[in-house]
């Protein structure tokens, strides 16, 4: 996501950083350069615009020109805009002061408008919440049969009556249900279409004036470029959405839609799809995008994912071994388990500051070699994996061959695991209580 249009900037904030100061020339050429990243990202041609005076109306007024560090100050001016285009703040999903929340989900065919529908169910279910899904596609074969499958992954359950009922008085009866059933969120997944036509915004609009809904949030494929700016121009038109979900950035996407929807619908970017998953969703911080764009991380967000990851009783066992030093491979192992939840390693190394135009293999972070250090692990014996220290020749051929590695690969991984345990003695006798690590208390790092 991003990465063409991160690399691009990259580039032409390199004509800045080459000029102890600048001109109001360098400042334009630099900018064409902006320019022409930001259409090559497919960003509307009207945001483009926009964006490009604002930030050279910025630029060219002193508050660049006279710096003694202009190139800084170019950075924190494109990304102040950035956010400025994307929306500044996070705007969360509006709770109805009496229950149920009803939210409407909209969008064209084959845009993820019934996963998500769960994915959103399963964000607010882990806040305490009790969400009911309600199947109103009647006309996509499967689709009720699909919100069943993802209903029951999540534990969330599914109010359908079958695909020859009328779609408004399914959601009606649906909203009927939940009032009787004290379900204070209810999640109606509409039918969609190939393309916007009068059939289907009719019957959204019987739908919306039935049940009234405190959301109308519009499901867009981020992978259709400039086309999901259009789609959500026009339903926007028709329903006046009040909130916008952007699913498949996660995917070859040159992420044009993010940076446009806001400004041309005038509706925020709520939720952000970010991969298959039924737990690969985000809200979406316009701060927080706009320093991904300019490869700056995203520390904020790989906090709160870490936190929402791992145990914390857990983490506080981990804390008391690393104290007593007995810290063994079985914990090492519960450790590679705890940091795959977060993700692949490249999407957590996309929130670290410092990584732009990198990928894994730059870093030299192979995610096989993690696999096989998982099964040299599991290739070991319980008394292996709490004493390190009997694995001898003979041990050590077993494990590699049960792994599919060699001895050298087992001779380098033990050795690395007694780096890290003289490592972690260095934060015992009272260093972890000065330094609680990165993810806060209770967590090791």
């Given at each position: 996501m991003f990465q063409t249009l991160t690399d691009k900037l990259t580039q032409a904030f390199g004509i800045f950083r080459n000029k102890g100061k600048l001109s109001e020339a360098d400042v334009k050429a630099g900018m064409r350069e902006i320019k022409l990243a930001m259409l090559e990202a497919d960003v509307n041609f009207k945001v483009v615009k926009e964006f490009i005076n604002r930030v050279t109306e910025r630029a060219v007024g002193g508050e660049v020109l006279e710096s003694l560090l202009p190139a800084q100050q170019i950075v924190k001016i494109v990304n102040e805009e950035l956010c400025a285009v994307m929306g500044n703040k996070n705007e969360k999903l509006t709770i109805s002061s009496k229950p149920p929340t009803v939210?409407?989900?909209?969008?064209?065919?084959?845009?993820?408008?019934?996963?998500?529908?769960?994915?959103?169910?399963?964000y607010f279910k882990k806040q305490g919440k009790r969400p009911l899904l309600c199947a109103c596609d009647v006309y996509r074969p499967a689709a009720i049969k699909q919100l069943q499958v993802v209903g029951e992954k999540i534990g969330v359950p599914v109010f359908e009556m079958g695909d020859r009922e009328n779609p408004r008085k399914i959601a009606k009866a649906a909203l009927d249900y939940a009032h009787k059933n004290a379900y204070d969120m209810l999640f109606?997944?509409?039918?969609?279409?190939?393309?916007?036509?009068?059939?289907?915004?009719?019957?959204?609009?019987?739908?919306?004036?039935?049940?009234?809904?405190?959301?109308?949030?519009?499901?867009?494929?981020?992978?259709?470029?400039?086309?999901?700016?259009?789609?959500?121009?026009?339903?926007?038109?028709?329903?006046?959405?009040?909130?916008?979900?952007?699913?498949?950035?996660?995917?070859?996407?040159?992420?044009?839609?993010?940076?446009?929807?806001?400004?041309?619908?005038?509706?925020?970017?709520?939720?952000?799809?970010?991969?298959?998953?039924?737990?690969?969703?985000?809200?979406?911080?316009?701060?927080?995008?706009?320093?991904?764009i300019l490869g700056m991380g995203d520390m904020l967000s790989l906090i709160e994912k870490a936190q929402e990851n791992f145990d914390e009783k857990k983490a506080a066992e981990l804390e008391q071994k690393l104290r007593q030093s007995t810290f063994t491979f079985t914990d090492y192992l519960e450790q590679f388990k705890q940091i795959r939840k977060m993700g692949s390693m490249e999407q957590i190394m996309g929130m670290l500051p410092g990584m732009k135009g990198m990928n894994v293999k730059d870093a030299k972070i192979d995610e096989n070699q993690i696999d096989r250090m998982e099964a040299m692990i599991l290739s070991m014996t319980p008394k292996e994996r709490e004493k390190p220290d009997i694995i001898n020749g003979s041990r050590k051929k077993r494990i590699a061959a049960g792994s599919g590695t060699t001895v050298e690969e087992l001779n380098r991984f033990i050795k690395q695991f007694e780096q890290t345990q003289k490592l972690m003695k260095q934060f015992t006798g009272g260093g972890m209580k000065k330094k609680r690590g990165l993810f806060g208390k209770g967590f090791p790092f």
């Open positions: 939210v409407m989900m909209v969008g064209l065919q084959g845009s993820g408008k019934t996963t998500h529908s769960a994915k959103i169910a399963a109606i997944d509409t039918a969609g279409r190939l393309h916007i036509d009068e059939e289907l915004m009719k019957e959204l609009k019987d739908i919306k004036s039935t049940v009234n809904p405190t959301e109308i949030l519009l499901v867009v494929d981020a992978m259709t470029g400039q086309d999901a700016v259009n789609v959500a121009e026009h339903f926007n038109h028709l329903l006046d959405i009040t909130g916008v979900v952007l699913t498949k950035l996660d995917g070859d996407t040159r992420g044009g839609a993010a940076l446009s929807v806001r400004y041309v619908t005038g509706k925020p970017i709520k939720f952000v799809g970010m991969g298959e998953k039924l737990d690969t969703l985000e809200p979406f911080h316009p701060d927080r995008m706009a320093s991904r």
